[in-house]
């Protein structure tokens, strides 16, 4: 005790508790400082570290300064120093007491100054990173979105810049199976596995999904594991373990629409069924080589009919054997299949092999019905084709096995899309449908209509089958699909003086406008007038609105905005928000004129669908659309802050398809963007047939189109409506990509570089 008595009063406690004040006061300006820059915890752990072995180390020195070696001081070093260490006591006093002082201020400003500093840069921080967050939505991109997002939740410490990033990458939907109780998980279409997120029992309403296709899990005990592909949820049906054949999966039926342009839009009333969860192995089809299914006729139900006449049994038996000469499928060798390809498709198959081998397993071909119905259960293609295509095999390297690509649809099948084409029932001409595409074929064949001869043997042909669990129109849905597809390539536009006839169908007459501003509404980024006036037909009043942007001086250059199809199947006017696609015209310091089209928003008629068809009703609301745009125009020629010879147009899918039409019989817009536009496969009257009026475009246009577009495909709409464009000079920017969605970034791009060189100003 006498020792420790002693050593209390010794410079060891007074340098030690010097210390301790100065490592504390450096641990408050890392744990600081260091976030601001953005260093993790890492380094703030480090410096601790090395603050506790400085302690230790300056414990051991000044004790081993201070003693003895038989382990106390000398009395008279006591005494000659006395009078030393009183002065030096004092003056460590007043270091001690000066760092608390300094400690006390330090605190006081890191909180009262620094920490409103950092609140504030962890709010700048936010407000960035949910930018970054709200780009990726914009570009579609919504599983690295919420995978962001779920990154990003801790850090935002403000209550509604964190409800802002949720909406941003979220919305809400209903899940519920039949029976209830099921768990319920979902992750993010072009995610990682190990990205599954359970979200509860069901039923569950009003759920927060990731934005986009996202994929949904149902597990019951007792039931089988039910795994699909969804936009909006819903209820799902779970079957009883060992209830339904091996490899197989339940679709409940409904009206089956197929939103093939080519072939008419064909749809049909459809009772559930099941099909196959993956195409045909070779391993599967080996079974019906192993018996004897080449020599079997009874197998063969179809007349073997080749260019107009039909061959026997035995001759049809000699067209379908493989590389060797045995019975087999086309790829295959010595009658069978290569080492190593058990689970791969089963491709080199003609129609006739595939419905043998259907009769062979007490099954049927789907029909294009229930194909097409599979693969987009409740979605529409053009959506779906941009989640599953990137998922699905159309690298252009040969097939893989089935079932081992992510690409799942939303009845829970894989491969539909890639991998092997797959054999119909349905006829067109003498030729059967191909739905899919295969592995070398582009992409964009997922959702088109391809039909061969049933003879035809590519490697690239295989199937999978259903099992019909209820006649009922069944033999109505084997019917031949006639084909609708109009070849542009081969149409003529009509002569010029037929042109004139039709161009006097848009004439109206310079009646006085009456019109007026009747509301004005604000935004940050611009002001939006509402302007009622008559309407160039009937006694109707025509509504436009035109967004004038702020921080720029008139007089201004206007866009003529023409939307999509969603436009039709709204009834309430456009929201005053950034989130029309035209707001980056606004920001680029133009105007835009959007009237408010026949038929759309609060304007609405019976018209339900942008398809274009042969009935006066239609014609009558393409004639109206450009007389509205006419009529919207010539108010703006009695604006002064309008320079009417600078007016563009800029369309969005359905405004590109009619974009012809509207550009060639109004001669004041003098440049034109058109955005995933084509020409439409159905057939209208020749007087509201873009067709007629593409050579009519003179206005500089540019077209900006996917590769793997499913509604106005490349070769056969796309690239006709380019090449019959009488635009001068005209551009068409190719994007690789399935769907028919152009990301947000580069339709902004695109659009304003041509702007910004058209149109000139005239003299």
Known sequence: ????????????????????????????????????????????RIVVIVLGLGFILTLVISWVYELTPDGLKKETDIRRNQRFSRSSSNRLNFVIIGLLVMAVGFFAYDKFVLGPGRDAAATLN???????????????????????????????????????????????VNLTSSPTGAHAS??????????????????LKETRVPQGFIRIRMELEGYQTLVVASW?????????????????????????????????????DLSDYLI??????NQQFMQFVDADGYS????????????????SFEDAMGLFKDQTGRAGPGRWEFGTYADGKASHPVGGISWYEAAAFARFKGKHLPTLYHWYWAAFVDAQPFILSEFIVPASNFGGEGAVPVGTLDGISSSGTFDMAGNVREWVWNKVGEDRFLLGGGWNDPKYTFSESNAESPFNRSELNGFRLITVLDNTNLELARNPV?????????????????????????????????????????????????????????????TAFLYIPHGVEPPYETIVYFPGASALFRRESPAVDDSFLGFFLLRSGRAILFPMYRGTFERGTLLSSDYQDETNFYREHVIHWSKDIGRSLDYLETRSDITIDRLGYFGLS????????????????????????????LATQPEVDPLNFLPRVKSPTRMVNLTADYFFPLETSAIPFYELLGAKPKDMVLMEGAGHYVPRNRIITETLDWFDRFPVRQP
Not at 23 to 37: H, K, R, S
Not at 186 to 203: H, K, M, V
């Open 482 to 542: 006639p084909p609708k597809h109009r070849n542009f390539l081969v149409e003529q536009p009509v002569t010029d003086e037929i042109f004139e006839v039709y161009r006097r169908f848009y004439t109206y007459d310079a009646t006085p406008l009456s019109a007026e501003v009747i509301e004005h509404e604000n935004a940050e980024h611009w002001t939006r007038e509402r302007i009622e006036l008559d309407a160039a037909y009937g006694n109707e009043r025509l």
């Open 186 to 203: 979902i992750r993010a279409y072009n995610s990682e596995e190990s990205d599954w997120e359970e979200l509860g029992q069901t039923p």
């Open 654 to 681: 359905w405004g590109s398809a009619v974009a012809p039409i509207m550009i060639a019989i109004e001669p004041r817009i003098k440049a034109a963007v058109l955005v995933v536009g084509g020409l439409n496969f």
């Open 296 to 311: 079997n006729a009874e197998y063969w139900e179809h007349p073997f009919m080749l260019d107009g006449r039909e061959l």
């Open 232 to 268: 909006e949820g819903g209820e799902y049906r779970l079957e009883p373990v060992d209830s339904l054949p091996q490899d197989m999966l339940y679709v409940e039926g409904g009206n089956f629409k197929t939103l093939m342009p080519e072939l008419g839009y064909p749809s049909i």
């Open 276 to 281: 196959d969860t993956n195409e045909v192995s």
């Open 1 to 44: 005790m006498t020792f420790f008595k002693e050593l209390k009063r010794r410079n060891v406690f007074k340098v030690s508790a010097a210390y301790l004040v100065g490592a504390w006061l450096i641990i408050q300006v890392v744990e600081t400082v260091f976030p601001l820059f953005g260093f993790g915890n890492e380094p703030a």
């Open 126 to 172: 936010a407000v960035a990173h949910l930018a970054e967050v709200r780009e990726m939505v914009g570009e579609r991109q919504f599983a690295k979105a919420y995978a962001l997002a779920i990154q990003l939740e801790p850090s935002f410490t403000d209550v509604s810049l964190s409800e802002e990033l949720w909406q941003a990458v979220t919305h809400n």
